[in-house]
C-alpha cells in the first residue's frame, strides 16, 4: 500500500483565481490498490451495472489526452466548452487533460445546462470544441433561438454516451454547417477515448464508431471465443496503453472484465472491409430469437 501525500490542493474561484493551500508533511491514509502514479477513482457505470471504482494512473491520463490531442488535430488555440459535470469521469478524465496537453483552455460552465446558457457561453467565449450527449444535443437543436448565436467558432464537436441514430449526426452537421462532427467512443476504464467516427463517415453510415487511435485496439469475438469474420456481429473487446489499474477493491470485478482478449466493454458490434468498426447495441440489451440476436 501506498500512503497518499498531497502537497497542494487548488480552489478554484468564480473570478478565475486559485486559493492555494498547502500541506507540507502531513501523509494521508493508507489506500489499498493505490500507487504513487495513481490520478484518481472514478466512480462510473451506474447507468447501466453497479457502480464501480476505476482506478486511473496519470500515465494512462496524460498518454489518452495526448493521443486524443493528436487524432483530432488540436493546438493551443482550443477552447473546449465542457457542459457536464466534473463529478462524471469523462470530463475530467478525458475532455479537460486534453485541452491542457497542448496548451488550450477548459470553459465550465456551472452545470446547470440550459440551450440558453450554453449557447451564450459558445459564443461570449468564442469555444472551438465540445463533447455532448444525445439528452443534451436536441435540446440545442431545437431551441428556437438557435440561429441567433454566432457559432463560428466552433470546430468540432463530439457526440457519444450512447448508441445514436444517423440521423443525430445529420441534423447536427446541417446546423452547423462548416464544422466537423465526430462520434466518441470509448469507456472510463480505458481512460476514456478509444476511437473517433470521421465526419464523412458519421453523417451517411448508422452506428460507424471509426478506427482505433494510436495505442487502442478492438477486436471483435464470437460466443465461442473465436475472432468474429469481417461483416460479423460479434462482441468487443478493448486493448488500450491506457487502460485502468483495476477496480477499486475489487479484484473479482476487475477479473470479469479484463483479460487475454483485453477489455470485455460487453458491446455487440462489427468491422467492415475498411476497418472501420460499428456498435450496435449493449449486449445486455440483446435478446435471443429463432437462434439470432435481436436489439
Known sequence: MAAMNIRLVLVLQENGSFIINEYENKKFRDLPGISEDTFGICFTSGSTSQPKGIVLSNSAITGNALAVA??????????????????????????????????????????????????????????????????????????SQLKNYDLSSVRRILIGGMVNPLTIYQRTAAAFPGLRVFNAYGTSEASDRVTFGEHKDVISLPCVIGKPMRGCGIKIYREDGTEAAIGETGELYITSDYMMDGYYKSAELTGEVLGSKGFRVRDLGYRDEEGRFSVLSRNDDMIMQGAELIP
Open 70 to 143: 493528436q487524432h483530432l488535430g488540436f493546438s493551443s488555440e482550443e477552447r473546449t466548452i465542457i457542459p457536464r459535470s466534473l463529478a462524471q469521469a469523462s470530463p475530467i478524465s478525458g475532455d479537460v487533460p486534453m485541452d491542457i496537453s497542448r496548451g488550450g483552455r477548459s470553459i465550465l460552465l456551472n452545470n446547470v445546462f440550459h440551450p440558453a446558457i450554453f449557447l451564450k457561453a459558445v459564443q461570449e467565449y468564442r469555444a472551438t470544441n465540445f463533447y455532448i450527449v444525445r439528452t443534451m444535443l436536441p435540446q440545442i437543436l431545437e431551441y
